[in-house]
């Protein structure tokens, strides 16, 4: 199990842990909508709870099997993946047919996590339509420059998201154009990497609790009531975002074919939420001894704003109003 896998895994090397990931075959999850997505989503917890570089290409790879699964896509044994399909504004990658019949893609690709680990990436990308498409494409070829440009954070350092130059590398369209956001499965992979997210604030939770029930288990000293109110918070965050997990899961295994747009944007909105809420009084009520004196929690602590931002704030906020004021119809009945 995933569970038993990262407990042996130094936090810290998020390459070196997928390629044991693969290997070990624990990639396999359930498909999204395939009756078990509470398990998938729990398997992308508990990689949060590791280590969110970890969970943040352990996440992307697995989305990048769904959707070969979904679009018939090619199956590449021991191919580690990638899914890069951030559109900055630029002019992005070009996908053209070459004389041979083969396809290639030129350009730049921003946001390319995990870049110089994995073997293979899905790109989007554009045709010489201009109609979006999505690209299967092997990173050890000439044609494919891994740069180390574009990115300088601290949080998520492991997951390295550089930018890759594309020059004619071969590639294999997958998927129709606008197949790749079409989907069925588009929302569904959204909505699962709000599991990542709650995985670790769950860890930087438990570490809350863990310590608070030290100090009132110990009969030399008073309850702290301020931790414990800031426990209560964390409570409440979790609780509620754990509660629309487990029903969000079960509306997609229920009416896995339905546009599941508004209810992964109110699992992400939720979910982000909660972890914001969660970081916040932990660190006020833990002070900053586990920011320096825990390398668990503190890369946690650093990792998990950063990874957060993949939500588009107030963007998602407004598409999820618009998508409730289009039909008017109540969503909030017990």
């Given amino acids: 199990m995933l569970v038993q896998y990262v407990a042996g895994v130094p936090d810290g090397d998020a390459a070196s842990a997928l390629a044991?990931?693969?290997a070990a075959g624990l990639d396999r999850l359930p498909l999204p909508g395939s009756g078990a997505t509470l398990a998938r989503w729990q398997a992308l917890s508990i990689a949060g709870g590791h280590d969110l570089s970890f969970a943040k290409l352990y996440e992307g790879h697995t989305d990048a099997l769904a959707i070969l699964a979904e679009l018939h896509g090619p199956d590449i044994a021991g191919a580690t993946w990638g899914v890069w399909c951030a559109e900055?504004?630029?002019?992005?990658?070009a996908l053209r047919v070459a004389g041979n019949g083969r396809y290639t893609l030129s350009g730049r690709k921003q946001w390319c996590s995990?870049?110089?680990?994995?073997?293979?990436?899905l790109v989007s990308c554009r045709d010489a339509a201009g109609r979006r498409m999505l690209a299967a494409v092997s990173l050890r070829q000439p044609?494919?420059?891994?740069t180390n440009?574009?990115?300088?954070?601290?949080?998520?350092?492991g997951s390295a998201s550089v930018d890759v130059v594309f020059t004619d590398a071969?590639?294999?369209?997958?998927?129709?154009h606008e197949s790749y956001v079409t989907r069925h499965g588009f929302w569904m992979g959204g909505a699962g990497v709000a599991a990542c997210w709650y995985g670790a604030a769950r860890a930087i939770g438990e570490r809350l609790l863990a310590a608070t029930h030290a100090q009132t288990s110990d009969r030399n000293h008073q309850p702290d009531p301020h931790r414990l109110a800031h426990l209560g918070?964390?409570?409440?965050?979790l609780s509620g975002a754990a509660a629309l997990l487990l029903s969000s899961a079960a509306n997609i295994d229920a009416h896995p074919r339905a546009d599941h747009c508004a209810l992964a944007l109110r699992v992400r909105l939720t979910v982000e939420a909660a972890a914001t809420t969660v970081l916040a009084h932990a660190n006020r009520a833990l002070g900053a001894?586990?920011?320096?004196?825990?390398?668990h929690f503190a890369r946690l602590a650093a990792d998990l704003p950063v990874f957060l931002r993949q939500s588009h704030a107030e963007r998602d906020l407004a598409t999820l109003g618009s998508q409730l004021a289009s039909t008017g119809a109540s969503p909030w009945a017990l």
């Fill in 20 to 22: 044991g990931a693969v």
């Fill in 88 to 93: 900055p504004p630029g002019p992005g990658v």
């Fill in 114 to 121: 995990g870049a110089a680990a994995l073997s293979h990436a």
């Fill in 143 to 146: 044609g494919v420059e891994v």
């Fill in 149 to 157: 440009q574009g990115w300088h954070a601290v949080g998520m350092a």
């Fill in 170 to 176: 071969q590639a294999v369209p997958v998927g129709e």
């Fill in 233 to 237: 918070n964390v409570d409440i965050a």
């Fill in 289 to 295: 001894g586990p920011l320096c004196r825990d390398a």
